[in-house]
């Protein structure tokens, strides 16, 4: 039997990190830059609040439709060739998004074609991790990946409103596509699918052995309610992050910034989390602590009317519930193994488009009248994470922990 070699970690796996990393932000951009200026941009359309609402939730639809041809490409192909055909998507109809904005037809049609491009890209986040990170960093560059996808509706939340009172909404799409381009070039030309030596095959079996093995265990089907619930909030609280907050008076500007407080926490909790989470080798204490802190910063979000607290709470509910995205992933790849990362990473997102669907119309059609609050639909969200909170409880930790702790057993011995 062949020997595999040591697994060598190659200083240029940051360069590929960071090349999928620019490309899922501009990607996220390009999702969420309508919410923080709903109400302008349903003027400027002469449109609904929720027909501007469904240029975001058409991301959501469009995951449903393609997850599963995107996961066999990423599980077959490679992140590479994956990653690259949603870069293209990305970088196309985003230039067509821009150079149509007047145009709320072309805008919706560009918008259907970003969104095809998104679950090529994040799809790939564990199996960028697998292929260039040695097994105690992975957890961290999931979590680098991941940061990614909350950069980017961190950037759109804070410079799109700005962008928009300066230049409009026709000039702020072009931008945003042109830089999409330069993205997309960045990745295909920086991207390699493997390091230049391998630590030997990772055996994983084929997608769909895999699914059918997923699905048949507890704990991960589990986990993917945990995501129904805390990633279908985030969308939905993403989407109508100014309509949450109108009626209490505040303006397109704050709501930017609230919704850039909220991922700017969510940055620095995937950060600190993550290096916590392979640290020490643990993911079910990172996921309930994640679960049980964001609830206060939902209940300050709810009812806040002075606007440090409501930036504040925010911040708190950013900082743990997307803390629990990278840990969250890298714990499903591992309890699945060797089900495709591609895969577990795959469905646990598809979950979140789902109940993003669900929770985005709930919202709307929940609204208090004639105010619009959202007051009924987010004491919901709450009790829905009180429930997740207990769910999680009964998952078992990683196996990697118990690897962990047997090596430690033997080294003290």
Do not use: C
């Not at 941009?41 to 027909?51: C, G, R, V």
């Not at 040695?134 to 957890?139: K, L, S």
């Not at 507890?218 to 279908?232: C, K, P, S, T, Y």
């Amino acid at each position: 039997m062949k020997e595999q070699t040591p697994f060598r970690a190659y200083g240029y796996r940051w360069v590929v990190l960071a090349a999928f990393a620019v490309i899922a932000v501009m990607n996220q951009v390009l999702w969420i830059t309508f919410a923080p200026i709903t109400s302008a941009a349903a003027a400027f359309y002469h449109t609904s609040d929720l027909m501007i609402g469904l240029l975001s939730m058409v991301f959501m639809v469009v995951f449903i439709v393609i997850f599963l041809p995107s996961a066999y490409v990423i599980d077959t192909r490679g992140f590479r060739a994956a990653v690259g055909t949603g870069a293209v998507l990305t970088a196309l109809f985003g230039l067509t998004r821009g150079l149509f904005a007047s145009n709320f037809t072309m805008v919706f049609i560009s918008q259907v074609g970003i969104a095809a491009g998104q679950p090529f890209i994040i799809g790939a986040i564990t199996k960028v991790a697998a292929r260039w990170f040695p097994v105690e960093e992975r957890a961290t560059a999931a979590g680098i990946g991941t940061l990614a996808l909350y950069l980017g509706p961190l950037l759109a939340m804070f410079l799109t409103p700005h962008l928009v009172l300066r230049i409009g909404i026709p000039s702020t799409l072009l931008i945003y596509g042109v830089v999409a381009a330069a993205a997309a070039v960045f990745f295909l030309l920086a991207a390699r699918e493997h390091p230049p030596t391998l630590a030997g095959p990772d055996e994983r079996v084929l997608m769909l052995d895999g699914l059918r093995s997923m699905l048949r265990q507890r704990h991960f089907l589990f986990l993917m309610v945990v995501f129904f619930i805390g990633l279908g909030m985030f969308n939905a609280i993403s989407t109508w992050i100014e309509d949450i907050i109108r009626p209490r008076g505040f303006t397109i500007s704050q709501a930017g910034r609230l919704g850039g407080l909220m991922l700017g926490g969510g940055i620095v909790g995937a950060i600190v989390v993550s290096l916590l989470a392979d640290r020490y080798r643990r993911r079910k204490p990172f996921i309930l602590l994640a679960l049980a802190g964001l609830v206060p910063g939902l209940i300050g979000m709810t009812y806040g009317t002075a606007s440090w607290l409501l930036l504040l709470s925010g911040f708190s509910f950013g900082f743990f519930l997307l803390s629990a995205g990278p840990v969250g992933f890298q714990y499903a790849a591992e309890i699945t193994h060797p089900a495709p990362e591609g895969t577990s990473n795959t469905l646990l997102l598809v979950m979140g488009q789902v109940s993003g669907i669900v929770f985005i119309l709930g919202m709307d059609a929940l609204r208090i009248r004639p105010s619009g609050a959202m007051t009924t639909s987010l004491l919901i969200l709450i009790v829905l994470s009180l429930l997740n909170f207990i769910l999680a409880l009964t998952l078992p930790e990683s196996p990697i922990y118990e690897k962990f702790r047997s090596k430690n057993k033997e080294g003290h011995r």
